[in-house]
C-alpha cells in the first residue's frame, strides 16, 4: 500500500526504506521535499521557507491530537511529559511521624544544658510549668529525610523505529470518498493536522451505523454507541496506544481498555520507609527548649514547659535507670499537602487516523 506523505509508520527493522525518513527531529531542506512541508508546515521545526523539521520520535511515545474527556488539550507537535519526576513538598502525601523521648533521667544535675543530657530529679523542686514565657519556645524540627531523587515515570515500553513517508500519495482533505488501499478500521498516525478523505480522526466520534455499516461491523460499540444506530470512533485524544494482551509481568489489557491519568497522587502509604532525625542528631541546630515564666509547678512534662528554676541546675550528664512513664510518644505535625504530580511519560501529540472506507480486512 502506497502510504500518504507525511504518514508516519512504526518499523521492527534498523534502517528507514526508500522513500521514508526517521522520525529523529531532522531539518530538511523544502526544495527537495515541498510536498512534505505542504503537509506538516513547521509544526516540528524548520523555517517553512527553505526547511522542514521531522518529528522527534526518539524516545518519545505518540499520543493523539485533540482533548480527551478529563485530559488537556493537545496540539499536532505538542511535547509533553517527563521521564523522571522529583516530587516536591506539596506532592508528597500529608504524613506524621511518631517520635520518642528518652525515658531516662538523671540522679544529679551537673549542667544547665540540654545537649547530650538526661533531665535530671531536683528533690523538692518541681521541673516543667505549664504556663509558657513569651516568644522562647520554640517548634522542635526534624531533619529532612531522604534525598529529593527523581523517579522514574516511564510506563512498560518496546522501542521501535518511527518512520515518516518523505514520498508517496499527496493526503487530499475532504470527507467522503475511498482511500487508496487502505483497510476499513486501519489506524495511523500523520504529522498533518488534517484526516485526509476517507479518513477521520480518532477523536471518539459518534457515527451513523447506516451510513457506516462495514466500519461498525470492525468496530461494534467497543469503543461506545448504542448499537442499534450509532457507535464510536476511537478516542486517541491526549492518549497512546498500548497492545492488547498481557506482557510478563505486566497486567492483562483489552481491546478499547482505557487507563492511566495525566497526573497521580500519592498515598502515605507508597511511601518508602523512612525515619527523621532531629537536627542535633543530624549536625544541624541545637533544639531549643521552652522556658517557663516562673518556677515548676509540675512533674509532668506532659503539654509543659522545662520551668525556670533559680540557682538550680536542671540536667545531668549521667543517666540513672529507665524511669517508666517520664517521657511519652508523640506525633508530629502534618507535612505534605498530597498534591499531583506529573504523571505523562515523554510523549509527541500527533495525528491518529481511522480508514473510513477501503478494503475489507478478511481474517482469512
Not at 504524613?95 to 523538692?124: D, I, L, M, R, W
Not at 457506516?212 to 461494534?220: D, F, H, K
Not at 527523621?276 to 509547678?297: C, F
Not at 536542671?314 to 540513672?320: E, L
Request: net charge neutral.
Amino acid at each position: 500500500m502506497e502510504p500518504f506523505v507525511g504518514e508516519i509508520r512504526i518499523f521492527g527493522c534498523n534502517y528507514a526504506p526508500i522513500g521514508w525518513a526517521f522520525c529523529n527531529g531532522a531539518i530538511l531542506p523544502v526544495q527537495a521535499y515541498s510536498t512534505l512541508s505542504a503537509v506538516i508546515g513547521t509544526r516540528f521545526g524548520g523555517d517553512g521557507t527553505t526547511t522542514v523539521g521531522l518529528p522527534s520520535m526518539n524516545g518519545n511515545a505518540p499520543i493523539g491530537r485533540g482533548q480527551g474527556p478529563g485530559l488537556s488539550p493537545r496540539n499536532v507537535g505538542d511535547k509533553v511529559g517527563l521521564s523522571n519526576v522529583t516530587l516536591g513538598l506539596n506532592e508528597i502525601p500529608a504524613h506524621q511521624h511518631t517520635f520518642e523521648g528518652k525515658a531516662n533521667v538523671a540522679t544529679a544535675a551537673n549542667t544547665a544544658s540540654p545537649a547530650q543530657s538526661y533531665v535530671a530529679e531536683a528533690t523538692g523542686k518541681e521541673l516543667y510549668t505549664s504556663v509558657p514565657k513569651s516568644g522562647a519556645t520554640e517548634h522542635i524540627v526534624l531533619a529532612p529525610a531522604g534525598g529529593t531523587q527523581p523517579h522514574n515515570n516511564m510506563q512498560p515500553y518496546l522501542a521501535m523505529n518511527f518512520c515518516i513517508a518523505t514520498e508517496g500519495i499527496f493526503p487530499v482533505r475532504g470527507d467522503g470518498g475511498s482511500p487508496v488501499e487502505a483497510y476499513v478500521g486501519e489506524i495511523k498516525m500523520f504529522a498533518g493536522d488534517y484526516a485526509p478523505m476517507g479518513w477521520a480522526f480518532c477523536d471518539g466520534k459518534e457515527m451513523s451505523i447506516s451510513e457506516n455499516e462495514t466500519l461498525y461491523t470492525l468496530l461494534g460499540t467497543t469503543f461506545g454507541g448504542n448499537g442499534q444506530t450509532t457507535f464510536m470512533l476511537p478516542d486517541l485524544r491526549g492518549r497512546l496506544p498500548i497492545g492488547l494482551g498481557q506482557s510478563p509481568g505486566q497486567p492483562n489489557y483489552t481491546l478499547g481498555q482505557r487507563a492511566g491519568a495525566e497526573t497521580t497522587t500519592i498515598l502515605s502509604t507508597q511511601l518508602p520507609t523512612h525515619t527523621h532525625l532531629t537536627p542535633e542528631s543530624a549536625g544541624g541546630k541545637r533544639i531549643k527548649y521552652g522556658n517557663a515564666s516562673a518556677s515548676g509547678d509540675s512533674g509532668s512534662p506532659l503539654g509543659r514547659h522545662a520551668a525556670i528554676v533559680p540557682g538550680l541546675k536542671q540536667y545531668g550528664k549521667t543517666a540513672s535507670t529507665n524511669k517508666t512513664g517520664a517521657f511519652t510518644k508523640g506525633v508530629t505535625a502534618l507535612a505534605g499537602a498530597t498534591l499531583p504530580h506529573e504523571n505523562m511519560q515523554p510523549s509527541l501529540a500527533v495525528s491518529f487516523i481511522i480508514c473510513l472506507y477501503g478494503i475489507f480486512p478478511s481474517q482469512f
